[in-house]
């Protein structure tokens, strides 16, 4: 929330979209293709009828979210992505990477930014950044896979993120 406000506060259209699973009340995500299933539409049916979109579109997502904007955003013809707390991998099983997940805007050539928690049980900084053709993609941010109340180092980042599509 504390990234959405400071980013309309700078002029940027924000769109929270709740996951289907959150929605049903389920504590753990559905499987990936069922949610990008919902993602898309949702995207698609914003950006119809609005012409040319007066900024770039970046997609993005916390967790799962973040996933879910990297499996899409080519699909989408987005400009960028921002992902906060990727989940690199389930806690303690780094053998199950989604690092390929990670790399699709990448490899596609979308400006791809990920803030991640200092001590993030799904992946930390490090981790990410060893997944990643640039460190420079990844900054580290305090906290673990959910930042806490005030999130400064996370708004700061993506603003520097996002200011530089603009």
Do not use: N
Request: aromatic share 4%.
């Amino acid at each position: 929330m504390a990234v959405t406000e400071a980013m309309t506060a700078q002029g940027w259209a924000v769109v929270l979209v709740d996951q289907p699973w959150r929605l049903a009340g389920r504590k753990v995500a559905t499987r990936p293709p069922t949610l990008d299933d919902a993602w898309v539409p949702i995207v698609s049916s914003l950006l119809s009828g609005r012409g040319a979109l007066p900024g770039p579109l970046v997609v993005g997502g916390r967790s799962a979210g973040a996933r879910v904007a990297c499996r899409t955003a080519e699909q989408l013809r987005a400009d960028g992505v921002l992902c906060l707390a990727f989940p690199l991998h389930p806690p303690g099983k780094p053998e199950l990477s989604r690092a390929d997940e990670l790399r699709r805007p990448i490899e596609a050539g979308i400006p791809t930014h990920v803030i991640q928690g200092a001590r993030d049980p799904f992946g930390t900084p490090r981790e990410v950044r060893a997944e990643l053709p640039d460190p420079a993609y990844v900054t580290e941010a305090r906290g673990t896979h959910s930042f806490g109340r005030a999130p400064a180092d996370v708004v700061a980042a993506a603003r520097s993120f996002l200011d530089q599509l603009a």
